[in-house]
């Protein structure tokens, strides 16, 4: 979670997991569309980038600062919502987890979420964060209007439409401006009727494709080399409120088993990585299983106490029964001493010239690896097996893009950097990291 003392001791920057790391010289909190435009234009005379940092849940450095690091936790709050047009206007600084309190005082919600919520809403349509749900996109897909202010330091809206600019803004890692007021779909307030089941692989590929379809949202987790998932399924439901007792008890289960129990495995597998096969067939024996209702934003979201280094790649949906036999055919063989479940879910396909989908239904699986695990074996071999399968990484994730397979990737890229030019012609947005990725 952001912490502003930090910022006010001008500590060293850092992200969740803290495998990215920089000094920034200098650091702002704008409480004004105002300050970020004279904070532009200082930028920019002075030849200095800025990265909007958000909540640093980015794994990659796609939020690193090198010279000026901006946060907008300041500019938080819901500030116009249109029932009517089941829209709502949020400043962009405002964290995930509020969103769903604030929408709820007017009878909404989000269309859907991740299992994390810590994140900004600028962070996470610029990054294209997503939840689970075949036949729903990113938060980026909901987006209708953007305010941002450009690398000129002036402020500008764009309301979506086919155009250019806003296939650009979809998702643009932050490139184009900083993003200070969002307005995005929402719909009427709602539950979700949650099931956890505990399944086997074989299984679950069976009915795969049916499932995905019959439930609103399904969410796998894959224990490497076992034979097990763990299965989410959610549909919506009327709204339904849990009692305070239930949400404690629920709580208090998450925390004691989820991370509680996991932090203890994860801990002994760091001490000795050859138990790391015994330990996650363990924790695939020992699957939560039950059943809940409550309101949307109460159910979406895990807590994740338990760190560690992610990698995410979005695949065609139509391969996923073969990439999945492929993963587990090689994990079953525990050449990796890999404890951590593997995440996968799905997601309608979506326009965007930076979108991971491209258009195609996907599904997006998600390897992770302890903190203080050595995770690049194990993520190498995931970067060059994704290659097979056309595999598209989340840009807030670890990656191994380069400036060549993005341009293979993604074949509006030139269209992108255009607009890229047009808005920011001082590069004041375009750090080293991003240089590296789309500079050919």
């Known amino acids: 979670m952001f912490s502003i003392d930090k910022w006010k001791n001008g500590e060293k920057w850092t992200n969740w997991a803290n495998n990215v790391i920089s000094y920034p010289s200098e650091m702002y909190l704008p409480q004004s569309i105002e300050e970020v435009t004279k904070i532009v234009k200082h930028a920019r005379e002075s030849g200095k980038t800025i990265r909007v940092t958000g909540a640093a849940h980015s794994f990659s450095a796609v939020a690193m600062p090198e010279h000026i690091a901006l946060s907008l936790h300041n500019m938080r709050g819901l500030i116009a919502v249109n029932k009517e047009k089941q829209e ?9 987890y509020e969103i769903g309190p604030l929408l709820a005082q007017y009878g909404l919600a989000l ?3 991740g299992d994390i919520q810590e994140q900004t809403i600028a962070g996470a349509v610029s990054t294209g964060t997503h ?48 993003l200070v007021q969002v307005t995005i779909r929402v719909m009427p307030l709602y539950s979700l009727h949650y099931v956890g089941t505990r399944d086997t692989l074989a299984n679950g ?8 379809r019959q439930y609103r949202h399904v969410e796998w987790f894959y224990f490497p080399g076992s034979e097990t998932i763990q299965v989410k399924r959610m549909n919506a439901v009327a709204p339904v409120y849990q009692s305070d007792w239930s949400k404690r008890m629920e709580t208090l289960k998450l925390q004691i088993v989820e991370n509680g129990a996991f932090y203890a495995i994860s801990e002994l597998c760091k001490w000795r990585p050859s138990l790391s096969g015994a330990m996650s067939k363990l924790a695939a024996a020992n699957v939560v299983e039950g059943e809940k209702t409550g309101i949307s934003y109460e159910i979406y979201p895990s807590p994740r106490s338990v760190k560690f280094q992610e ?5 065609p949906l139509v391969q996923f029964e073969a990439c999945m036999e492929e993963i587990h ?27 991971p989908t491209q258009g195609q239904e996907s599904a997006f699986i ?3 690896m302890y903190k203080g695990l050595p995770e690049e074996p194990y993520f190498e071999w995931v970067h060059t097996m994704m290659k097979k399968y056309k595999g598209r ?17 993604y074949p509006d890229i030139e269209k992108f950097l255009a607009i890229r030019r047009q808005y920011d012609p001082d590069h004041v947005f375009f750090t080293g990291y991003l240089r590296k990725l789309f500079t050919l």
């Open 111 to 113: 269309i859907n979420m």
């Open 366 to 368: 998600a390897f992770h």
């Open 131 to 178: 939840g689970t749900g075949v036949t729903l996109g990113s938060l980026s897909s909901t987006v209708t209007r953007w305010g941002f202010v450009d690398g000129t330091g002036t402020y500008r809206e764009h309301t979506r439409g086919m155009d250019d600019l806003s296939e650009a803004l979809h998702v643009s890692l932050g490139m184009l401006g900083v």
């Open 311 to 315: 990698s995410e790649y979005a695949i």
């Open 205 to 212: 590929l069976a009915i795969f494709s049916e499932d995905i």
């Open 329 to 355: 055919a090689t994990l079953k063989r525990e050449i990796f001493n890999v404890h951590f479940p593997l995440e996968c879910r799905t997601s309608a396909g979506e326009a965007g010239y930076l979108s």
């Open 88 to 96: 709502a206007t949020l400043w962009a600084g405002t964290y995930l």
């Open 393 to 409: 990484p989340h840009w807030g994730k670890q990656n191994h893009l380069t400036a060549k397979y993005v341009y293979e990737l």
